[in-house]
Structure formats: structure tokens, C-alpha cells
């Protein structure tokens, strides 16, 4: 009889994706739910889900559940560049806002910035924690202070968070700023002058380029695996002869490739790093979106000399408008802390107070649970689509985290010139051009994966792959 229910709960699941109702990527009801919906036992929907995965229909993914498999094989991914380059000057600025501009157009399809959905993100539980604070605290908003710019609530659960990723951060170190694109300015202004050299990862995410060039910095682009992260020996090679200032890095779910940087290298950028007094810049934004295992740590945990300065906000995770961040700025920060005073004074008190009270009341922790799991079967269906509808020459990235896509097309194809044709036909995407101070990725693109799939984005890419096919004849 047993036999005969989970075979039946296995035929009704693959019925239901053969029909494509159930779509790659998509994720099956959990086991518990699945249970009481058709009054079996656990054991019996378990059997019946191995057994959809012994047909290759689903894949089980640790301490996510089950997912409708790929439908085909996905294409290669794209190696790194093997050459180191020389320090550029960054001219992208001009550009990058032309293509911010053309993406933000109304009625144009958000495959471009890296926004999460709104509807993914805990907005009604937020007005309620600003109602709630608002009530409750009436100096909020009449009292001032030039020093104490903090929310003491707010840091004691940042530090708390950081345990879990081996970080241990103290209150003391602590800057909260106005998002994470401010805090990496202040870092940068912290620790170099016009002129000097920044090392990051190649390809990266261009606003750390935008700062670079807004500061009069140079770029030096480091070779990045885009499964295991930047080269740790090209970037020993780099900081060999003290011409490199500082290094500014994205180890965790970087943008624009999804790598995670695996943990020994950390350890080894970290401890190099310290050596040759190179201070380390380190954007953990997309950290608490890893879609496998525990939290990767950031470079931060392995830093014993207060040489790393940990930048993250909550923009993807909370809210994009909150404009909320912080740094844990490590010996740097009584500089960080005077230049955050100079740029803006402090951070909103009334949006620190909400957030710490969301964050207490176990709601932060809920919602990334929630976001990563979106997030990695959005992924996944983008990743499909791409390989069902791009041409086969394309190469595709394998994101461990975050929510971006990053293809190589063949040589023919001009990144830029796809955008203003595919823009023109209301669908977005980032340029690859973009993510470059020296003119690579001419031909590469990142799609945002941050939004549930619909047949809009379906036909979308499908569009997209059509306009890549036409450019390579
Ligand atoms: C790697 C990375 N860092 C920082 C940011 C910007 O964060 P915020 O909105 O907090 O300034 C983004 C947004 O796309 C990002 O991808």
C-alpha cells in the first residue's frame, strides 16, 4: 500500500513537470507541508521525492528542500584572464550613468541592476518596526549628536550576527553609514590619495570602479577564477613591490561572477595582506545570501591585525531605500569614523532604530532564510534560460551566492551595442564594459536574477538570445 502512495505522489510531481507547471528551478512544497496537503506520512513523501530524484527529475539541496532539475546541460563557464594588468586611470563614469539611466526607463524589464524583487523583501514588517519606534522613542527625531552617530541597539546585533561567521567584531570598530557605497568611499578616502593603486578583482562591480574614479585612484585589475575568486598568487605578485595601496575585494558572492572565495585562500589574502601592510577593503554585501552549506566567513575573520575593513549594508536584504550599512573599519577607524562625520554628519536615527528592532525580534534572520532560498531558485531558472535560448558559444558563470548572472558571448558581440538595441525593445541587462578599467569584457553581459520568473522574463531572454544569434550570423 505504502509502495503504492509514493509512487503515486512521484507520478503526479513529474506529471506535473512534464507539463512544465513545475519549471527547472522551482521548488517542491517541503516535506512537512507535502505531508499534511495529501495526509501521508513523512517517510512516504520522502520515498517518493528520492525517487523523483533517482528519475533525474529533482535535486535535493542541503537544507533547502527539492528543486525541479535543469532541463539540459548548461553551458561552460568562463575562465579568468591569465594576464595581469597595468594600473589604469578609470574613465566609466559618463557611461555607467547613461546605462543607469536606459535601464531605469519606465516599462523596461529589471534584468539590469542588482535589485531584489520588492515583493521579496519584508517592507510591511518594516513600516510596522518604524510605526513601532516612532511610538516609542520621541527624542529620535529631536535629538542630535556629532559623535554619537550609532545606534547601540543596532551594533550590539551586527556584533551579534558576526559570530556566526567567525568575524567577532567589536562595538568600538564600528562605523553605520549611509549604505555600503558610503562606506567603501570612506574607506578608500581613509587609507589613499590621488594617484595611488587599488588592486580588485576582475571583472568587478563597477560603482567600486565609479569610486575609484571619482577619487583619483587607479584600478589594477587582479585575474578572478569565476568559481574560486580572485588569484591569490597573481595579487601576491601584485603587492610584491609596494605599489599597491590597497585592496578592495568582494570574497562572498561576488558581483558580478557569484564565486565564493574558498575559506584557505581567505586565510592566505588575509595573512599577505597583514604582512606587506596592504590594507584590505572587503564588501561582504551579498554574505548572508550564500545558497549552500554555513556562511562563508569574510576575509575579516581571518584577520588578526586589524587590517581589514568589512563594508556590508542592507540594502539586499531589506531594503534598497533604507540606505543602511556599516563597516567594522578595524584600526582604520578613527579615520573612517572623522571622514563619516565630514561627508554626512550621521546615519538616520530612525531607520538604525527600525532596523535594530527588526533584526532583535528574529525578522532579519527569517527574512535571509527566506531571500536565499528565492534567490538560488531564481538563479537557477535564469541559468536555464539562458542555456535553452543563447546561442551554444555562450558561457555562463555557476553563482554560489547573491542573485546575478554573468555570460561571455563570442568575441563578435558587443556588449554595449546589444543594450541599446535590447533597451530599445524594453529589456535591461548591465554591459560588460561596465566592469572593466581597462576596456575588458567587451563581450559579456550580467543579467539581475533578483525578480520570481515570469513568462515576461521568459520571453526576455528568449529575445536576448535572439539578439546575441543575429551578431554572430
Ligand atoms: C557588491 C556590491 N556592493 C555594494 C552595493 C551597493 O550597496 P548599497 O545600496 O548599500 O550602497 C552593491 C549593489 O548593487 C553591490 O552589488
Redesign the pocket.
Known sequence: MSEYLYHRLADEFAGLIAERVLQPGDRLPSVRRLATQKRLSVSTVLQALRQLEDRGLVEARPQAGFYVRRRGRLPAEPVAARKLSRPTFVGVNQLLMQVLHANEQPGVLPLG???PAPGLLPSLRMQRMFAKVARGRDDLLAVGSCVRGNDERLVRQIVRRSFDCGASLSPDEIVVT???????NLCLRAVAKPGDTIALESP??F??LQIIESLGLKALEIPTDPRTGISVEALELATRNGAVTACLL?PNA???LGCIMPEENKRRVAQLLAERNVPLIE?D??GDLHFEGARPWPIKAYDTAGNVML??????TVS?AL???YVAAGRYHAEVNLLKTLASGVTGAMPQAALAQFIEGGGFDRQVRHARRAFAAQVTRMADAVAEYFPAECLLSRPQG?F?LWVEMPRAVDALELHRAAVAEGIAFTPGQLFSASGRYRNCLRLNCGNPWDERFDAAVRRLGELVRVRIG
Request: charged share 10%; glycine share 6%.
Open positions: 541592476a542588482a535589485y549611509n549604505s555600503c557605497t558610503e562606506a567603501l568587478t562591480y560603482v567600486l568582494i561576488n558581483n558580478p564588501d554585501i551579498y563594508c556590508s549594508s542592507f540594502s539586499k534598497p540606505r543602511v550599512g547573491g546575478v
